[in-house]
């Protein structure tokens, strides 16, 4: 009997999926299969009094998944925002989603997006590895991370940095922020104005 699950062994660690939140489904869709070549593996719909959600899962490449929810009258707020960081007051670089990358598969992408008019944000070198950003349909940046020998593990020298305010790497814009790789979404978050005392 076929009932849709995969005979895989059952992963006991690291992640299964992270879920983010997203206004139009198949514009989310379409930038993570269509443009980063991530099949949707599963959509679940749940409808009840008077809303639904759907629930996209898209395979990474290595059976770990990225998935969306698009909501409606399931208790969010009208002005709800996918965007995680400049939503939350952070710019927009803070919360992202970086996928290991080799050269080929960010060239791919790369290709893909640019033929749809997607542009790269920045792509930097921190000296570990070189990074390719963009921001999807819903203002999440992602990135491509092709490591170039690694951070090594140093837990610590880690710790030890979790007190310090100075700066201890050096990163190297390859191509700088362009403003056209915003699509639209907004750098740095708006301020809202001082509420006033009642």
Request: overall charge negative; hydrophobic content about 35%; charged content about 25%.
């Amino acid at each position: 009997m076929d009932d849709g699950l995969r005979n895989e062994e059952i992963r006991r660690t690291g992640f299964h999926h992270v879920a983010y939140a997203c206004r139009d489904a198949e514009a989310t869709r379409h930038f993570y299969e269509d443009l980063l070549g991530m099949p949707l593996v599963h959509t679940e719909v749940k409808a009840g009094e008077g809303g639904f959600f759907r629930h996209l899962f898209f395979d990474t490449g290595d059976g770990t998944c990225i998935a969306f929810f698009e909501v409606q009258g399931v208790g969010e707020r009208d002005d709800y925002s996918t965007e995680v960081s400049t939503g939350n007051g952070l710019p927009v670089w803070v919360n992202h989603v970086a996928f290991a990358a080799d050269e080929e598969r960010a060239r791919q992408a790369e290709e893909r997006l640019a033929a749809d008019d997607i542009v790269p944000l920045m792509e930097v070198d921190h000296g570990w590895c070189v990074s390719l950003y963009y921001l999807d349909p819903n203002g999440i940046m992602v990135e491509f991370c092709r490591d170039t020998g690694g951070f090594g593990d140093d837990p610590g020298s880690a710790a030890d940095r979790l007190g310090d305010t100075e700066a201890t790497d050096v990163s190297t814009y390859l191509r700088p922020l362009d403003p056209a790789g915003l699509r639209g979404f907004n750098p740095l978050p708006t301020r809202q104005p001082a509420q006033e005392d009642a």
